[in-house]
């Protein structure tokens, strides 16, 4: 789980991360980021109901990103924002595989320290 001051929560935010960030696809994910001017790195997790109508369903996948997220946050650049939409259900995504999608994409924003 993301603390507080690592959550990207205003709408106005995610809206603006959503239409000016730089972005980048894969099969299970979509990544779009964006600097702030903030001495942290924010992220939000969008997942449609287009993934599972069911609230339990994409409440799971959130929170198997956010996980994720989580154990890479430390290697990422201060100052930026990073909005993270699931195009599918994860279910059949082992912990791993979804850690190194993530990597990528995020790798490929040129997000990651190093």
Known sequence: MLSKTHRLKASKDIQRVSRQGRWSAGSNLTVRTLPNR???IRA??????????????????RRRVQEQLSLILPNLIIGSDILIYIRKDLVDLKPEQLKNELDIQLKRLRVVKG
């Open 38 to 40: 903030l001495p942290t």
């Open 44 to 61: 939000g997790v969008i997942v449609s109901k287009k993934v599972d109508k069911r609230a339990v369903v994409r409440n799971r996948a």
